[in-house]
């Protein structure tokens, strides 16, 4: 629970991110390229909000280690030659994706229920009775 207060909170409307890849960097997943002569790899990225990416490492490591898809992911990640440090940064991206979609679609689900109803939505909208 405090971990999607943490997202939310810090998020702040993820429709004002033009894509998926623009969370990412928000959040400090997205990759960084860097190359060595003939080797290419990627780093973490130092920057972005710390916050939303410490509480996407938590349900990372979480998912990671306990038995589900993130932990089948991270399996087939290593079993393909992946080190475990990069299966969780992978695992930490693909979170990521899924709560940029997750939130967008929630968005998105809210303003259409809100002109349906032609109201705004929340707790300031009921109508109390005169005292």
């Known amino acids: 629970m405090l971990s999607a207060a943490v997202i939310l909170g810090e998020t702040a409307g993820v429709g004002r991110f033009r894509s998926k890849a ?14 060595s002569a003939t080797t290419e790899r990627v780093r973490l990225s130092r920057g972005g909000n710390r916050r939303v990416n410490r509480v996407l490492h938590l349900i990372a490591v979480t998912q990671g280690c306990g038995a589900g898809p993130g932990k089948d992911y991270v399996d087939k990640l290593i079993a393909a ?14 979170l990521s994706d899924r709560v940029s979609r997750t939130l967008l679609a929630d968005e998105r689900r809210r303003a259409n229920s809100t002109r349906a109803s032609g109201s705004r939505p929340g707790w300031w909208c009921v109508s109390r009775p005169n005292r």
Do not use: C, D, H, S
Request: proline share 11%.
């Open 22 to 35: 623009a969370f990412a960097r928000f959040n400090g997943t997205a990759p960084i390229p860097v190359w």
């Open 81 to 94: 030659g992946k080190t475990p440090t990069e299966a969780l940064r992978l695992l930490r991206r693909r």
